[in-house]
């Protein structure tokens, strides 16, 4: 193990971190004023960086879903699957209702 490397590791992880959190509350913006194809494309962007943060899933499966695109937020959520497979677990309730309520609509 080299010196400092742990310390790197904690640095990414933390502007990750901060990164999730300011792209969720810049899209809530967005979705508190109704643009939701704004709020996805942040989100969309989002992923491009961390393909496996489900909570951005979610929020992006609602944006697309009020933006009229629930087939889009249905293709979401397969995405979400299939990139937390793999690291061997699966979506979480939440999502999993949102998935279903698209799938009812």
Known sequence: SEPGRPCMVLARNRRHSRFVRATMVAAKVLESKQCWELAAELYEAALDRDPH????????MI???????????IRAYRRCEQNLRCFGTAPSTATLA????????
């Not at 949102?98 to 609509?105: E, G, K, N, P, T």
């Open 53 to 60: 943060a489900e909570r951005l899933y979610r929020r992006l």
């Open 98 to 105: 949102i998935y279903r309520s698209l799938l009812r609509a």
């Open 63 to 73: 944006s697309l879903r009020n933006a009229g695109q629930s087939n889009e937020a």
